[in-house]
């Protein structure tokens, strides 16, 4: 297998039982979808919740798939269109449990060491941030975008080169029980809880059954591996426990608390950027990060830990964080050219909760407007939250008020009662969905603007963002 082949047909069968009809590719990544599929991908027909994989095959394979894995009792549908592995159908999905068995043959054949990162909030730009600083020292291999599910793990592993040094992986959940199995396949040798908040509480009967469930991220650590917990979070006794029942060999904490590992002693935050003066295990460190914000500057320390627990070179990963940039639609920057001036986007539209909106509020506080401009907050319905939807959307004025933003456009019924809690001098425009802002936002905008959009997916205020740039042919931000 050279160092471009992920995985041999032959190995391919071994691993999932399976057997292989027609010619296949070389085998060079992995794929659950045609719209992102690369020549040489291996491509899993996965039972979606609305499609089944089986309807891409085809078309998968003439885009150039290496070969696609399929259910024995369908290969025979597909046996003129291309290289084909029939895996055995045992379980609900046979081709999903294949990728698992792909999974753990990746991870059982890698000498890398691994990361595995959750949280209720910060997870994404976390593993980013990893991701940046250690390929700085060695092959590093991470989770595409937000692939920290039951199929984006499983999917991540199967991906991994043999020769990485570096594995970091993202592992998610909506409901207690979700990681247990998913730290299992990873088996991380470093573990690290970002935070915990009210994220998915309606799933929950309360914060700390949430604390409970990001705790199970370390039962799966390697046998005297590292756990990383935030110092600064009520829920830090809560994770304390799950971590010392584990097989951890050391527990790392970071945060500003006293008693922090990895504490930092003073926090600078610009519009551009942010400065962190921090002890990491008692030697201190001063570095820039080139994404601003409080939350990612807190962040910052977690990941520190986590390069101190790996061995890895503390200076070189201070020196890498000038370079940081943010994940799209995590804080990403743009400028826009109105016809009479500039003004500004930061796209938050990646999701929300009641922390990730306190915190992009924050940022939109940092950054500095023109002559007449003003902040603006669009912000969408934060979903998941239970019974007390309607009170922590309604608590997110204060904050509001405190970071001085101009005007709130919300779209959603949740987010009205944000909208009414609001002086009549703050409220921009409250619509039902997210595309009933788009028009009256692009006129309302002006130069020396600055403006913030955050909600969850489903709400969709990505398409606000896609409309801002698409209207002011905007360009990336220096």
């Not at 499983?154 to 029980?177: C, D, K, Q, S, W």
Request: proline share 6%.
């Amino acid at each position: 297998m050279t160092a471009s082949t992920l995985w041999t047909p032959d190995t391919l069968a071994t691993v999932t039982g399976g057997t292989v009809h027609g010619n296949p590719k070389p085998i060079a990544g992995a794929s659950i979808d045609t719209r992102t599929l690369q020549p040489g991908d291996l491509f899993f027909a996965v039972k979606g919740e609305a499609r089944d994989g089986h309807d891409f095959v085809r078309q998968a394979l003439a885009q150039g798939a290496g070969m696609a894995v399929v259910a024995a009792g369908r290969a025979e549908e597909f046996a003129s269109a291309g290289g084909v592995l029939a895996v055995p159908e045992a379980g609900e999905d046979p081709v999903l449990d294949a990728m698992r068995r792909l999974g753990l043959a990746a991870r059982a054949r890698t000498d890398a060491k691994i990361v595995a990162v959750t949280g209720s909030v910060g997870k994404t730009g976390t593993k980013e941030a990893l991701r940046h600083v250690l390929a700085e020292q060695g092959p590093t291999h991470a989770s595409v975008a937000s692939y920290n599910n039951h199929w984006g793990v499983p999917l991540t592993l199967t991906r991994m080169p043999a020769e990485a040094a570096y594995g970091v992986f993202e592992i998610g959940m909506n409901h207690g029980g979700e990681i247990v199995p998913l730290s299992a396949l990873v088996r991380p040798h470093v573990a690290l809880v970002t935070t915990v908040e009210p994220v998915h509480i309606e799933h929950f009967a309360s914060l700390s059954a949430i604390a409970d469930a990001k705790g199970e991220i370390f039962s799966g650590l390697e046998p005297g591996g590292v756990a990383i917990i935030n110092r600064d979070n009520p829920a830090y006794p809560r994770l304390l426990t799950h971590a010392l029942a584990s097989r951890a060999g050391r527990v790392i904490s970071f945060g500003e608390h006293e008693e922090a590992d990895v504490r930092a002693s003073r926090i600078v935050t610009r519009p551009d950027l942010s400065v962190v003066e921090a002890s990491v295990m008692g030697v201190p460190v001063t570095y820039q990060i080139g994404t601003a914000g409080r939350h990612v500057a807190m962040n910052s320390l977690g990941m520190m830990a986590v390069v101190h627990a790996l061995g890895a070179d503390l200076a070189r990963a201070a020196l890498s964080l000038a370079s940081l940039k943010p994940p799209v639609g995590r804080g990403e920057r743009t400028a826009l050219w109105l016809p009479d001036g500039e003004a500004f986007l930061i796209d938050e539209s990646y999701n929300a909760n009641p922390a990730s909106v306190r915190a992009a509020l924050a940022t939109l506080a940092a950054v500095e407007t023109g002559p007449r401009g003003r902040r603006i907050a669009i912000l969408g319905d934060m979903l998941e939250l239970g019974k007390g939807g309607e009170a922590h959307h309604r608590d997110l004025a204060e904050a509001v008020e405190a970071h001085v933003v101009d005007h709130v456009f919300t779209a959603g019924p949740l987010m009205r009662h944000l909208f009414e809690a609001l002086p009549m001098s703050r409220r921009g425009i409250a619509a039902a969905t997210s595309a009933e802002l788009v028009d009256p936002l692009l006129d309302f905008l002006r130069p020396g603007d600055a403006v913030m959009v955050k909600g969850s997916n489903s709400i969709r205020m990505g398409r606000i963002v896609e409309a801002l740039k698409a209207r002011y042919a905007s360009r990336q931000a220096p």
